[in-house]
Structures are given as structure tokens and as C-alpha cells.
T-cell receptor, first 116, second 115 residues
């Protein structure tokens, strides 16, 4: 149980366009989802926390207008990188947790974004 | 502010060796600690989750310990295999009602097991 599906796994887009990444919890209801960014050979940096039905909470230094997060249902959260630029190229990973603090987090397989 | 440190940053061992990966955290007020494995270009796979009230967790050849008072956790891998080669990340989840439950990650230990 506790499977998180992330799509797409890879995307290449032109500078100035927008890209949407989906994160789905397949067999549980995710009350909270997290979006991380990972640069090569570095650890994960939390970008934002999204709770179903409410606005996302962004970490300091993360542009909320550039990284739009929507968590419209208990099984789906989306991250849209708007007006992407080459410096937005990175590995984006989502994670989800369900009710009950005793549970750990399940991570998606990640999305490699390349902006050309 | 919670900070998580992992030592060593990289480790190379011959197949069959037992090894220990270290993780330390500065704030002992944690809710739980989780060890993950990440293969290159992939997402994270959860290995072991230790609640703050627990001292250790075991899964197969893996054993994770937690000493909250000293701010340390270790991941022990027995009889290492080439397939264990990956980056191992530890992450803590702090307590506190204002906390959203986010994880704070260490920088990871990249393990290479040579055949």
C-alpha cells in the first residue's frame, strides 16, 4: 500500500512555456502533499506544502507565482512551473502522507524537468 | 532550526562487508525519523521509519537505531551487495502543533558496493 504516482517522469520544454506535474496517491487519501526540488548531487529542498482544499504554504525563497500548486482532491496535487527558464531545470519530487502522524511519507518517482 | 547531517558523504566497500551510515540532528524534539534510498535519477524509497518512542527498526539486512537524546541515528547494512549501491538519505519530522509535518533531510551518503 501507500503508492504515489508522479507524472511525467521526464519533460523537456521551451523557455517561457509552462509545465504541469501531477502527483497522485493511488491507494490512500493524502491529506498533505509536499513538493521538493533536488539539484544534482544535493539533497531534497522542500518547496511547498499543500493541504487538500486550501492554499499551499511555500518555503522561504520559493516564488509562489512561479510554482503554482493545486491540491483540489485528496488524491491529486499538481505543481505548475510557469514561464519556465533554464534555471528551473531540476528534479522535482512529490511526497504524500495520510491521516495519522504515525505514518511515514511516500514519495513519487520524480520528474526531470529540462528547460531549453 | 533543525539541521540534519549525514556522515560519510560517500562510502565504497567490497561486497559482503557490514557497514554503518550515520545521521545526526540538532533538535531532539522529533516525531519520527525515516531512512530512504534513492537510486540515480529516481524518487525515494522508504526503508525504515522509527517513531520517537522507538529505539530501532529492522527490515531484512537493514537495521536502524535511534538515540533521540544524543540526536543520532544509524543505518546498519549487513552483508552488503552491489545492489545496495545508492544514495541513502535520513530525514526527521519535528514535533509541534505549528509544524506541518514536513521532513528535514540530510545531504545523504552515496554508497558503492564493489563486486
Amino acid at each position: 500500500g501507500a503508492v504515489v504516482s508522479q507524472h511525467p517522469s521526464r519533460v523537456i520544454c521551451k523557455s517561457g512555456t509552462s509545465v504541469k506535474i501531477e502527483c497522485r496517491s493511488l491507494d490512500f487519501q493524502a491529506t498533505t502533499m509536499f513538493w521538493y526540488r533536488q539539484f544534482p548531487k544535493q539533497s531534497l529542498m522542500l518547496m511547498a506544502t499543500s493541504n487538500e482544499g486550501s492554499k499551499a504554504t511555500y518555503e522561504q525563497g520559493v516564488e509562489k507565482d512561479k510554482f503554482l500548486i493545486n491540491h483540489a482532491s485528496l488524491t491529486l496535487s499538481t505543481l505548475t512551473v510557469t514561464s519556465a527558464h533554464p534555471e528551473d531545470s531540476s528534479f522535482y519530487i512529490c511526497s504524500a502522507s495520510a491521516w495519522g502522524r504515525e505514518l511515514g511519507y511516500t514519495f513519487g518517482s520524480g520528474t526531470r524537468l529540462t528547460v531549453v | 532550526k533543525q539541521e540534519v547531517t549525514q556522515i560519510p558523504a560517500a562510502l565504497s566497500v567490497p561486497e559482503g562487508e557490514n557497514l554503518v551510515l550515520n545521521c545526526s540532528f540538532t533538535d531532539s524534539a522529533i516525531y519520527n525519523l525515516q531512512w530512504f534510498r534513492q537510486d540515480p535519477g529516481k524518487g525515494l524509497t522508504s526503508l525504515l521509519l522509527i517513531q520517537s518512542s522507538q529505539r530501532e527498526q529492522t527490515s531484512g539486512r537493514l537495521n536502524a537505531s535511534l538515540d533521540k537524546s544524543s540526536g543520532r541515528s544509524t543505518l546498519y547494512i549487513a552483508a552488503s551487495q552491489p545492489g545496495d549501491s545508492a544514495t541513502y538519505l535520513c530525514a526527521v519530522r519535528n514535533t509541534g502543533s505549528s509544524n506541518t509535518g514536513k521532513l528535514i533531510f540530510g545531504q545523504g551518503t552515496t554508497l558503492q558496493v564493489k563486486p
